[in-house]
Each structure stands twice: as C-alpha cells, then as structure tokens.
C-alpha cells in the first residue's frame, strides 16, 4: 500500500548533468551568408592574456578581420586537409601535418599537436616531413581532455611566441609588413598549423580556446568562427563545459586586471586586498574581518553570533523532500 506522502521530484541515482550548451548557427547578413566578424574590443586588455608583449599582439594578431565562411561550400573530403581559422592559424588533422605540398604553399613556420601523452611514449603523432623542411615542431601532451583547460595557457604563450619571435625577425629585416585583402589586418610571417588525430576535438578545442583567450571572444562565437571554417569539427559535451569553464576563468582574470587598473587610478597600490589612498601604504586589508563584525556597536551582543550569516539564508524559499499524495 502506498504511502500518504510522495517524493517532490524524480530520483536519480547517477551525478547531476550540467546543463547542456547549445551552439545555434550563426546569424545571416543580407545576402543569406553567415556573418562571422572579429571585431576588435577597445575595452580589452592585454595584460590578462598573460602575454607580456602587448604592443605585437595589438600590431599583428589583433584587429577586426572577416572570417571566410567554408560551411557553405563544405565537401567531406575536406576533413582531410587543414583550414584557415585566422590569417595566422590553422586547424587540421595529422595528415596535414605531413603533407609537405601544403606545409610549403601556405607558409607555416611551426607545427603544434595536441596529442595523448600515451601517443607521445610511442612517439606517434609527429611530423617528421616538417622537421625535414625546417618547420618548428612542438607538443602540447595531455592525459585526457580534462587537462586541456590546464595546457590552454602553455599552448596559448607557445602559439604566441612563435608569432613574436618571426615578427622581430622579420623587423629586424627591415621587411615591411604588407596589408593583406580588404578587412583583414596586416599578415604575419609567422603561420601555425594546430592538429591532432582527427583535427575535430582537441585541436579545435585548442584553437577555440585561443580565440576567446585573444580575441575576448565569448563561447559560442568562438565555436562559431571555428566551425565556420571547419565544419567537421566534433564539440561534444565535455568540451563545451570546459570551455565554458575556461570562459569563466578568463573571465575572472580580466576582472581583476580591471580592478587593479582602477585602484591604481584612484591611488591605490594597485595590489588586492590593500586600501586606496593615505591608508595604501598601511598594508590594511580592505576586507571586513569576523572581529571587525563582533566590534560593531549595531550587533546585538545577546547571542549577537547567530546573527552573522543571516543574511545569506534571509528571504529564501525551503524546498520540501516530499509532497502530500492526493486521492489515495
């Protein structure tokens, strides 16, 4: 016999599910074709990308460009060779790493493969033909995808530093920079090709990663331009949940680079935790200490302590186990 009283909501004996995140398509422009701009952020600041050399990322791998869209035109045989994401960034899977025609028609002057690190003990997933011709080669290793969001940051300065590295050589040429095709901005010497296995998972996870890093790029336009280009690319669940994570992080960083920026303008230290103006110097915390709360004068002394949390649980509404089973 059933019992008076009934659970409120459906058991589940399995960890909760993060909501899904749904990448819609991109929005038409008027002549019915996606509309894909990287659009430079004036409010963007350089100091969160960790990067330290602002003033070339300001010059050669930012501005406002408009990104090709090749899922118009998508064959399946694409999947085998590798796509311009940004003038200076490809995507593609391991076949392209090896194939030296296209190495030297598109000019990359480094590799990158995010690969497994069982793939890297047995040496699988290198491109021999690029050390052959010259070309930089470098691994990000990773265990799983779950480290990915670890090896963004190291992937993002190598991607970076390789960029700068051929900009200053390049400088110290004397070579000009030219201005490539209308919309987009001035080419760089430096081209990297980003590939793994299959070219649709962890380096697309990688390069979208950069994207949101550089360019201050939300999650779902980043996966947008990517995709765009290379429609093959696989995003699954876990992916999207670590990017999104990632997003929060970065997020976060720009936040505090914010933050410091403005207590610096107001007089401050520019450091957290320390007071703006004459008391900047005393190494004060701003922040409200539990002593400071049982020094208030306005605290009721009377079992004064019950009242310090309140606030947090004032006004919320209780969700009950069970509900009462009506008709039986």
Known sequence: MAGPHSPAQCWSWRVPSPPRIIVPPPALNANGIPDLHVVQDTTFDFESSGFTNAEFLQTVTYGNFISSNNMLEWKYEQRRMAQQILPFLY???????RDRNFLQREGITMVLAVRNTMSAQAKMLGSKVAQEMGIETRNIDVAGNQELIAAFPRAIEVINTHLST????????????????????????????????????????????????????????????VQAQRFAVAFDDSLRNLLSTYEIILRAKRDVVQADSRMVGNGGTGKPGLKNGANAGLGKSSKRTIDDSYDDDNMDMDGGDRFLDHGRFEGRAGSAPFQDRHGS
């Open 91 to 97: 995507l593609g899977p391991m076949a392209a790493a």
């Open 166 to 225: 051929m900009y200053q050589l390049q400088q110290a040429r004397g070579a000009q920079v030219t201005a490539g095709a209308q919309g987009h901005p001035p080419s760089t010497p430096g081209k990297v090709l980003v590939f793994c296995e299959s070219g649709n998972e962890r380096s697309a996870t990688l390069v979208t990663a950069y994207i949101m890093a550089m360019y201050s790029a939300d999650l779902i336009k980043a996966i947008q331009i």
